[in-house]
């Protein structure tokens, strides 16, 4: 069990850019989510997948982000014509599911922090 | 829908000294609440969690949290905080199936030697 990873650590992109990040979770975890956390602030939820399906999408995800999860395993995250406001850390965290106690518990990666200049 | 406030986005303390820190919460539905910590340059890792049964919980580090019904409120303390516990912390809820997860802004803790 190596954790939650994030790939990049950090992107810097220009205004208009698309970007891409990746997220693997933990091998066994079944539910996979996104969130964004800008400073002085929680984690904001933006989406989540149970396996492959994505079962909720925030408001706050405009038509220009997108998330994928195609093979239940890996997450990707991406945002079209980048916007200053969209600089933040972007965090994934996985959960094997309910049923049990631990079933709850999210652990969240390293995050990706995204400055758009 | 759910939201939760946490009512103090700083809380400097002494070493060895008690420490509370307050959440409360809103939602309509049953609920799960959780306590998260960030130390610096680290990523989010659980504290504890309440899901049903007792409502003091024990988690790790020390730290305990009450979960009150009718005061919406799951409050965390420790008896005694060290340096090390410096960070922040974040009080989160969630429906009953453990999806959406609202989580709170955050009270940085600081303790002084």
């Known amino acids: 069990d190596t954790g939650v990873s994030q790939n990049p650590r950090h992107k810097i992109t220009k205004r208009g850019q698309n970007v891409t990040f990746r997220c693997d979770p933990i091998s066994e975890h079944n539910r996979l989510y996104w969130y964004r956390q800008t400073l002085g602030q929680g984690p904001e939820f933006l989406t ?9 999408k925030s408001r706050l995800l405009s038509d220009r982000f997108s ?12 945002i079209q014509r980048t916007e200053q406001g969209d600089s933040a850390m972007y965090l994934c965290a996985s ?3 309910g049923g049990t106690q631990d079933g709850y518990e999210q652990y969240f990666g390293p995050g990706t922090r995204l400055t758009v200049t | 829908a759910q939201s939760v406030t946490q009512l103090d986005s ?14 409360n919460y809103s939602s309509s539905v049953s609920v799960y609440l959780f306590w998260y910590v960030q130390y610096p340059n680290q990523g989010l890792q659980l504290l504890l969690k309440y899901l049903s049964g007792s409502t003091l919980v024990k988690g790790i580090n020390g730290f ?16 005694s905080v060290h340096i090390s516990d ?7 809820v969630s429906d009953t199936g453990g999806f959406k997860t609202i989580f709170g802004a955050g009270t940085r803790l600081f303790v002084k030697a």
């Open chain 1, 48 to 56: 989540y997948f149970q396996n492959e399906a994505q079962l909720e």
């Open chain 1, 95 to 97: 959960s094997s599911g």
């Open chain 2, 64 to 79: 305990e949290a009450e979960f009150n019904k009718s005061q919406t409120s799951f409050h965390l303390r420790k008896p």
């Open chain 2, 86 to 92: 410096t960070a922040e912390y974040f009080c989160a």
């Open chain 2, 10 to 23: 700083q809380v400097p303390v002494f070493e060895e000294a008690p420490v509370e820190l307050r959440c």
């Open chain 1, 67 to 78: 998330a994928e999860r195609p093979k239940g395993s890996f997450s990707t995250l991406e």
